[in-house]
């Protein structure tokens, strides 16, 4: 009272005008003779005739500024978004997917209601609120918003089930799974009268489906790819690439891909894609349903293709500016159907016996060739007609922490832990003569205290034809990240990933390399190519609380190094090519888009003719784990 009295009398002496200060929670207002901190968001008037200063975060003070006046206050709303809540959660306190529903197993669902938030200008944290800005008014209105429909679809459970806290966690992360939703919460509430009922709220967040891409390789020619990931609010997707290549005989290109993910509540995908390019003509259709939950009993997929394919191939490669290029031609014919069947398993603890799967799975798949290069029982094996049946049986244990700020800049990430062991068996039919196939896959991933998270992967598979090995691969994956490192507002993690493959016997035109995406980002060189390959990626990630409509940034270290040969002799005896370098990622999870990466890279020892160092522009799309899934039986790709 004392305070607002001597704002009075200071009014009385002039006309005085006032100050709408527009605060958010835990900021600070330092005046003359005393020092006021807020919890809550809180409006506070002011006369203009006295002095303040607002302390807080950066968006705090900057918006405590911006809002004394309309104008500043708009370009705010604007330009940026308070922090959420969500950004200080630490990966160093976890949750188990299932834990917020464990106190209500058993008790019966009652209803169930829906909140659909916009995809701009809304916060999971903080439903009510809603979008302020022109920018972001007018990209929901364009946007259209998921159907309630197919929200409900997704859910494994329905009124009146037996509230199960793992279907309910697995219907959460399906959810935030889809495409075309950034984040989703499921909660239960106990109805007061009759506490064995429990309603179900979920409350999920769009984002904005529509999505372009231009590539323009010079004046001539160019890339344009329109992507939709929720046409009409339908959950169908399509892809349409178009090209111009005024150099080229064919000028014009088109691509496109249609696909529906979940077929009348079935969990069954549809995808047909279509391709008239100078490069390739192509038409599929695809039917595939996975073990989205261990609810699920059968899984299967069925794949039908036409593929007429033109590309160079290096050949009688000298150095990395002497080399010959084979042009291919080739069309074949592709079918492909698989079928899967999964058992639980009687296991004293009751967690590990509902996640744990005894998965017994087969497949048969053909190629047939009606163009192609000139092919004999030992010259251009890949071109040889043949058909493979290969059938597999497994254990599959598979959980989910929820987690943030690992691959993604603020959503909920779902990240599985696990053990998955499988044995292959199979028998291939080809043109010139027959072989067996054998092979096994083991991996086990997970949190380890508060170091972060560990996976290993070993997995080893050959062709047998005449008692000998041919076509085999061994490989061994180690991937790591750390808990969050929180200091203050900027979050730091370690990533680690490294990597080890030999080709056994692999056939003369197959090979492995370490450039760019397969090994060391940016370095491009034909020279690096063999069978077998030992490489260790090692980035350092900051994500900052720099934040520009809704715009994330994480700033980036890396270091690359890589090895290869022949397999003739130990892979440490070779010279190790490395890369080094920063750089920085803009995302927005409000967008389909990739996050936007600009690069720089140093090469030490980078090969004759190559460049030393390396400045890239382009999309990245993030990382995506496995989940200790058991599903197509299949070889690994060598590539």
């Given amino acids: 009272m004392a305070l607002w009295s001597s704002f009075s009398l200071c009014a009385q002496s002039r006309k005085v005008k006032y100050d709408t200060l527009q605060l958010p929670k835990n900021t600070t207002i330092i005046l003359k003779d005393a020092r006021l901190t807020f919890d809550k968001d809180t409006t506070l008037i002011l006369p203009d005739t006295v002095f303040y200063k607002v302390s807080g975060n950066f968006y705090q003070r900057l918006h405590g500024k911006w809002s004394q006046r309309k104008f500043t206050k708009e370009l705010f709303d604007l330009l940026f978004s308070l922090p959420s809540d969500d950004f200080k959660i630490d990966s160093t306190q976890l949750v188990k997917s299932e834990n917020p529903f464990k106190d209500y197993k058993d008790r019966t669902i009652g209803n169930i209601s829906l909140t659909k938030l916009k995809a701009l200008g809304t916060r999971l944290d903080k439903p009510e609120e809603k979008p302020k800005s022109f920018v972001q008014k007018t990209g929901n209105t364009i946007n259209f918003n998921t159907r309630e429909r197919v929200i409900l679809n997704n859910l494994l459970f329905t009124s009146g089930d037996v509230v199960d806290p793992l279907i309910i966690a697995d219907s959460e992360r399906i959810l935030r799974e889809l495409p075309y939703i950034k984040d989703a919460r499921i909660y239960l509430k106990p109805r007061p009268d009759n506490p064995d009922i429990v309603d179900v709220e979920i409350i999920t967040k769009d984002v904005l489906a529509l999505s372009f891409d231009l590539e323009a390789r010079d004046f001539d020619s160019g890339i344009l790819r329109v992507t939709h990931k929720n046409i009409f609010g339908s959950g169908h997707e399509i892809d349409n690439r178009f090209a111009v290549d005024n150099s080229s005989d064919q000028k014009f290109s088109y691509q496109v891909r249609y696909r529906v993910p979940n077929i009348k509540r079935s969990f069954v995908s549809f995808e047909a894609n279509y391709a008239n390019t100078v490069n390739q003509d192509f038409t599929s259709i695809k039917l595939q349903r996975e073990f989205v939950s261990p609810k699920i009993k059968f899984a299967g997929g069925l794949e039908i293709s036409n593929q007429r394919l033109r590309f160079g191939e290096l050949s009688n490669i000298v150095s990395d500016n002497e080399f010959d290029v084979q042009t291919i031609n080739e069309?074949?014919?592709?079918?492909?159907?698989?079928?899967?069947?999964?058992?639980?398993?009687?296991?004293?603890?009751?967690?590990?016996?509902?996640?744990?799967?005894?998965?017994?799975?087969?497949?048969?798949?053909?190629?047939?060739?009606?163009?192609?290069?000139?092919?004999?029982?030992?010259?251009?094996?890949?071109?040889?007609?043949?058909?493979?049946?290969?059938?597999?049986?497994?254990?599959?244990?598979?959980?989910?922490?929820?987690?943030?700020?690992?691959?993604?800049?603020?959503?909920?990430?779902?990240?599985?832990?696990?053990?998955?062991?499988?044995?292959?068996?199979?028998?291939?039919?080809?043109?010139?003569?027959?072989?067996?196939?054998?092979?096994?896959?083991?991996?086990?991933?997970?949190?380890?205290?508060?170091?972060?998270?560990?996976?290993?992967?070993?997995?080893?598979?050959?062709?047998?034809?005449?008692?000998?090995?041919?076509?085999?691969?061994?490989?061994?994956?180690?991937?790591?990240?750390?808990?969050?490192?929180?200091?203050?507002?900027?979050?730091?993690?370690?990533?680690?990933?490294?990597?080890?493959?030999?080709g056994i016997d692999r056939f003369p035109n197959e090979y492995i390399d370490i450039r760019d995406k397969n090994g060391i980002r940016g370095l491009e060189s034909n020279t690096l190519r063999g069978s077998q390959r030992f490489l260790i990626n090692i980035e350092t990630v900051s994500f900052t609380p720099i934040e520009l409509v809704d715009f994330k940034l994480a700033v980036f270290g890396f270091y690359d190094l890589g090895m290869i040969n022949n397999g003739q002799r130990n892979i440490f005896s070779e010279k190790a090519q490395s890369g080094i370098g920063l750089g920085f990622r803009i995302r927005n999870d409000n967008l389909t888009f990739k996050a936007i990466e600009i690069r720089l890279a140093y090469y030490p020892d980078a090969p004759i003719g190559i460049p030393m160092t390396d400045l890239d522009l382009s999309g990245n799309s993030g990382f995506s784990f496995s989940d200790f899934l058991i599903a197509r039986p299949s070889p690994s790709v060598f590539n």
Avoid: C, M
């Avoid at 017994?360 to 029982?377: A, H, Q, Y």
């Avoid at 994956?477 to 203050?488: E, H, M, Q, V």
């Fill in 331 to 502: 069309r074949y014919d592709y079918q492909d159907f698989w079928l899967a069947r999964a058992f639980p398993l009687n296991l004293k603890d009751p967690i590990l016996n509902e996640r744990t799967r005894l998965i017994f799975s087969g497949r048969v798949s053909n190629i047939k060739f009606s163009l192609r290069p000139e092919v004999d029982i030992n010259l251009n094996q890949q071109y040889h007609n043949r058909t493979l049946t290969i059938a597999s049986v497994g254990i599959s244990q598979r959980r989910y922490f929820k987690d943030q700020l690992i691959f993604g800049y603020g959503r909920t990430e779902d990240i599985p832990y696990g053990v998955q062991v499988e044995l292959l068996g199979g028998y291939e039919w080809g043109e010139f003569d027959n072989r067996y196939f054998l092979g096994g896959k083991v991996g086990r991933g997970g949190y380890v205290g508060n170091l972060g998270y560990f996976l290993g992967w070993f997995s080893l598979e050959s062709f047998l034809k005449n008692k000998t090995f041919e076509q085999g691969l061994f490989q061994a994956d180690f991937r790591f990240f750390s808990s969050l490192i929180d200091l203050k507002r900027w979050k730091f993690r370690q990533f680690i990933n490294v990597n080890y493959t030999y």
